[in-house]
């Protein structure tokens, strides 16, 4: 019987350590993600300050969406302690363009980026080249909807 509980407890050991294993992969990468949004929201930032508007024939503008959406997605479903590393990345990732001022404002609007179907600029952005730009229409209610959505979360970052 003595021998059972020391399996057992040996057993609960390894399952609260691989659970935390877990925990750190999953925080890791939501900071990693968030850090790779915040970077892309400031390029497109940069962008749409230098440029007054967003190039959707320019394909770093496409892989920087692209990647903005990626974030966006991830937030689905998302806990609170993915969504908290997830923000300290955007943060850090942004340069503080992303800052805690404004960061919840920020990630609503990542989170309303999820209800609009965003395939043209991921497929666009996955395939990586000069000619994928071309595939966006903006006269695609999507297209639109998404650009509507982008810019009203880079005017949260002024």
Known sequence: ???FKHIAVAIAA???L???SVLKSV???ALTTGTNTGSALSSIFNVLKT???IDLGNLTNIINIGKILTGANSLTGANQAYTESFTNGLINGSSNLVNT???SQVLNGLKALTNIDT???TKAAAAGNAEAAKQISTTDKN???TMSTLTSILGMLK
């Open 143 to 145: 297209v639109a909807s």
């Open 101 to 103: 001022g404004n960061a």
């Open 119 to 121: 395939s043209a600029f």
């Open 14 to 16: 390894l399952m609260l």
């Open 51 to 53: 440029a007054g508007s």
């Open 1 to 3: 019987m003595k021998l």
């Open 27 to 29: 925080a890791s990468n």
């Open 18 to 20: 691989s659970s935390c």
